[in-house]
């Protein structure tokens, strides 16, 4: 409602620029969005090879994709106080600098720094998850906000498919630690474009430096203070503990078989690390055309429908994982399909039972963040599990069991909802 309001708002030369198709913000936001999940799933094909250099066990080595998750969990609020403080332009710009900042530290010898620098890395890019959205909803006409959406999604899956599908090649030449910090060139670009759009502003005469009130108006409805009554009753309603369940499951699913998923095709194939990479990259690549899906659907038929289709896809996924693993090219594109369209799904169902655009954020708010902290544990519990157990098989039937989880609250929660 507030972005839709804040589409047609504005004075001067303010209000001649939003008419247009803003380009070169949808561009930066997109090239932006490469840097958003890239970083933590670039260490997922030299996973191995760190554990390996740096004596660490499976559990220890998965803290580095453990680690950005529960910053999403965690700081959240600082994001709407830096939003809040700098505006939404100087926020997606100080979300770049510091995923670049963490790629530095990330690079500096010893596994500390490595953590220091995916923890920093996490920060920027709760900024980021925080900020798009709103300056999505502030700068795109109306009718393009869920085309752009989808774009942006697709985008933050792409950057994981490029830095999945070769990290592990580009490290076979330079060796890990300088394959991770390669990847610095995305953010720079991302720098770099957002920094001309800051400066075309500055040209134009828009101030760039806060945030108006329209903006504050978005961005508190996006991540708000909300008095206790009304979190009282949001947190008195069934479904948003089933959406929190359905998002928890889906979280924890996707980050353990992210985290892990080059090191169980090289063990079920025999490839090496690189051609383990490339086969794990369809995950995050077939996830590019997954937020597109359910739209398309649901604007047809009951939200139901794409439910249980996003639902059947998870279990196809993790069931036959675990089943009939030499089909594992077919799992993994049902697997792609089914994370990047579940939170499509689950968000939809969000929207359409909320009565407010600040009870959708309360419910935003609970949902994720009981979420993340699960997603972060899932990749230690997997590794100690494999450590464990000396194979995969256990680990898998522990994501068999969160998709079921996935699925029973997923059709439970859809089922309150009224289309």
Excluded: K
Excluded at 129 to 140: E, F, L, S
Excluded at 262 to 285: E, H, K, N, R, V
């Amino acid at each position: 409602m507030a972005a839709r309001a804040a589409a047609g708002v504005g004075v001067g030369r303010v209000t001649t620029a939003r008419r247009a198709f803003p380009w070169l913000v949808v561009a930066g936001v997109l090239v932006a969005a490469l840097s958003l999940r890239a970083p933590i799933l670039a260490v997922t094909p030299v996973l191995r090879d760190i554990a390996r250099d740096h004596a660490l066990d499976a559990a220890t080595v998965s803290l580095l994709t453990t680690l950005p998750v529960l910053m999403f969990a965690a700081f959240t609020p600082l994001a709407a106080l830096v939003i809040r403080r700098a505006g939404l332009e100087l926020a997606l710009l100080s979300c770049l600098v510091a995923v670049a900042a963490g790629t530095l530290i990330r690079a500096l010898p010893g596994y500390g720094w490595m953590l220091v620098g995916m923890a920093v890395i996490g920060v920027g890019i709760t900024v980021g998850n925080v900020v798009v959205p709103v300056i999505i909803g502030r700068d795109v006409p109306p009718h393009a906000v869920s085309t752009v959406t989808a774009a942006y999604t697709a985008a933050l899956n792409a950057g994981s498919l490029v830095t999945t599908l070769t990290t592990a090649a580009i490290a076979e030449v330079t060796g890990w630690p300088l394959a991770l910090l390669l990847w610095i060139s995305l953010t720079v670009l991302g720098l770099a474009l957002w920094g001309l759009h800051l400066w075309r502003r500055h040209a134009a005469g828009v101030r760039a430096a806060g945030p108006s009130a329209v903006e504050l108006e978005i961005t508190t409805a996006t991540v708000p203070v909300i008095p206790a009554e009304q979190s009282r009753r949001v947190l008195r309603q069934p479904i948003v503990w089933l959406l929190l369940a359905t998002f928890a499951c889906q979280t924890a699913a996707y980050y353990g078989m992210s985290t892990w998923l080059p090191a169980i095709l090289g063990d079920l194939t025999g490839a090496d690390a690189a051609a383990a990479g490339a086969l794990a990259s369809l995950f995050q690549g077939v996830a590019i055309i997954g937020p597109f899906i359910v739209p398309a659907l649901a604007r047809r038929l009951p939200l139901v429908v794409p439910a249980m289709l996003i639902a059947a896809c998870w279990l196809a996924f993790a069931g036959g994982m675990l089943l009939a693993p030499q089909l594992f090219v077919l799992w993994v594109v049902f697997g792609g399909i089914a994370h990047a369209g579940g939170f499509v799904v689950i968000f939809t169902a969000m929207v359409d039972v909320s009565r407010s655009p600040t009870e959708t954020a309360t419910m935003s708010a609970v949902v994720q963040g009981g979420a993340y902290v699960a997603g972060a544990a899932s990749a230690p519990v997997i590794g100690l599990l494999h450590d464990a157990t000396g194979g995969w098989a256990v680990p898998q039937a522990a994501i068999v069991a969160l998709t079921v989880g996935f699925a029973v609250c997923l059709l439970a929660a859809v089922a309150r909802v009224r289309r």
